[in-house]
């Protein structure tokens, strides 16, 4: 079965820029897609099909994807950024695949 | 606004069987896949079941296939998982999710999600 990996946890300190990456066998072959889950909410999509942000989503999402890692770039990243972010993709015999998850603290 | 409502989540014994119903409102419920994710207390996502905006294809996690039955019924907005011969670990909150076209595929990611409805297998 295919498989998603993330690091448990990453650290920024408020204003610098947070990395957040997923590894998986061929993953930039894939489309990898990330969401942002706040403790007690919903997941909530932030970047799709490798480097897309929904509406809403604001300009310091970005996202990428290539060979064997998507990387979730958080830029000036706030406060109201701490959260746990997971990566999904989608695999011909697995179907949808989720990492892990990371949880992002801001110093 | 589009929304999600899930419902029909409890306690259950294990072997038991539970009904979730997710109810879809404020966009076009039969042009999209939908699918069923869950979480378990303190963990991450695991994604459990999706079917195609038709209703014609389905898929299933290994951990729920033989188990578990997802459906909808386009007419009246509403996504269905039936779940039989429940287990303690499959202790979690469901969600449901609207997936962002017609079909479970290379391109699926989850744009809409309910507020989940918690499941709980216990003696």
């Known amino acids: 079965s295919y498989e998603l990996t993330q690091p448990p946890s990453v650290s920024v300190s408020a204003g610098q820029t947070a990395s957040i990456t997923c590894s998986g066998d061929?993953?930039?072959?894939?489309?990898a897609c990330w969401y942002q889950q706040k403790p007690g909410q919903s997941p909530v999509l932030v970047i799709y099909q490798d480097n897309k942000r929904p509406s809403g989503i604001p300009e310091r999402f970005s996202g990428s994807n290539s060979g064997n890692t998507a990387t979730l770039t958080i830029s000036g990243t706030q406060a109201m950024d701490e959260a746990d972010y997971y990566c999904q993709a989608w695999d011909s015999s697995t179907y949808v695949v989720f990492g892990g998850g990371t949880k992002l603290t801001v110093l | 606004e589009v929304q999600l409502v899930e419902s029909g989540g409890g306690l259950v014994q294990p072997g038991g069987s539970l009904r979730l119903s997710c109810a879809a409102s404020?966009?076009?419920?039969?042009?999209?896949?939908m699918s069923w994710v869950r979480q378990a207390p303190g963990k991450g996502l695991e994604w459990v079941s999706a079917?195609?905006?038709?209703?014609?294809?389905?898929n299933y996690a290994d951990s729920v296939k033989g188990r578990f039955t997802i459906s909808r019924d386009n007419p009246e907005n509403t996504l269905y998982l039936q779940m039989n011969n429940l287990r303690a670990d499959d202790t979690a909150t469901y969600y449901c999710?609207?997936?962002?076209?017609?079909?479970?595929?290379?391109?699926?990611?989850?744009?809409?999600w309910g507020q989940g409805t918690m499941v709980t297998v216990s003696s």
């Open positions: 404020r966009f076009t419920f039969s042009s999209y896949a």
């Open positions: 061929k993953l930039g072959d894939k489309y």
């Open positions: 079917i195609s905006g038709s209703g014609a294809n389905t």
């Open positions: 999710a609207k997936d962002r076209g017609i079909a479970a595929s290379s391109t699926s990611a989850f744009d809409i």
